[in-house]
């Protein structure tokens, strides 16, 4: 999720690593912050495979600073990442929102379109926080209002995707 994070920023423009930071936190730190010992060995993981590169610029008040930028390989790597988007990918809802903050840039209607048809199956399976044997329970199965609540928003949460995703599919398949 971090690496697809920092390759979808750098794909849209370089960016110092501190501005990288803060995008990714706000895409994915209020969940999870981000911290500097887990962004920065990420970044160099990229930059030693090539997907890209850190130029050195002065400081305007301090020492230097290090923008990233995204090499061609670098930008194919996200693409192939968005393409492949996995079961993980697809299933975890912070995974998925990286996934579908960066998914405009595959640049065909029809590629888009498969990675939100895998989250379209992954909704429809039944599914629950809970279950009784393999049976999952819903809402109604509980007199706790705590379980009650996580069911009921779950659902609306869910309900509210597949409304978007029908919506969103029928477009992309007449572009």
Same mark, same amino acid.
């Not at 690593?17 to 912050?33: D, N, S």
């Not at 061609?72 to 990918?89: N, S, Y």
């Not at 199956?121 to 007199?143: K, Q």
């Given at each position: 999720m971090l690496e697809l994070a920092i390759l979808g920023f750098l794909y849209e423009q370089p960016l110092h690593g501190y501005e990288l930071k803060r995008r990714v936190a706000?895409?994915?730190?209020?969940v999870r912050p981000i911290a500097d010992g887990t962004l920065y060995p990420a970044i160099k993981r990229l930059e030693r495979a090539g997907w890209l590169e850190r130029r050195t610029e002065p400081g305007t008040r301090a020492a230097p600073r290090h923008t990233l930028t995204?090499?061609?390989?670098?930008?194919? @790597? /996200?693409?192939r990442r968005l393409r492949e988007a996995d079961e993980v990918d697809i299933s975890d809802e912070n995974r998925w929102f990286t996934v579908l903050a960066f998914?405009?840039?595959?640049?065909?209607p029809a590629e888009q379109a498969g990675v939100l048809r895998r989250r379209l199956a992954f909704l429809e399976e039944p599914s629950?926080?809970?279950y009784e044997g393999d049976r999952p329970l819903g809402a109604e199965s509980?007199?706790?209002p705590?379980?009650?609540g996580l069911l009921t928003i779950?659902?609306?949460?869910?309900?509210? @995707? /597949?409304g978007w995703l029908a919506t969103i599919l029928e477009r992309l398949?007449?572009?």
């Amino acid at each position: 999720m971090l690496e697809l994070a920092i390759l979808g920023f750098l794909y849209e423009q370089p960016l110092h690593g501190y501005e990288l930071k803060r995008r990714v936190a706000h895409l994915t730190g209020h969940v999870r912050p981000i911290a500097d010992g887990t962004l920065y060995p990420a970044i160099k993981r990229l930059e030693r495979a090539g997907w890209l590169e850190r130029r050195t610029e002065p400081g305007t008040r301090a020492a230097p600073r290090h923008t990233l930028t995204l090499t061609g390989p670098g930008r194919e @790597e /996200l693409l192939r990442r968005l393409r492949e988007a996995d079961e993980v990918d697809i299933s975890d809802e912070n995974r998925w929102f990286t996934v579908l903050a960066f998914l405009r840039h595959l640049p065909s209607p029809a590629e888009q379109a498969g990675v939100l048809r895998r989250r379209l199956a992954f909704l429809e399976e039944p599914s629950s926080f809970f279950y009784e044997g393999d049976r999952p329970l819903g809402a109604e199965s509980f007199d706790d209002p705590f379980r009650r609540g996580l069911l009921t928003i779950a659902r609306a949460t869910s309900e509210a @995707e /597949l409304g978007w995703l029908a919506t969103i599919l029928e477009r992309l398949d007449t572009a």
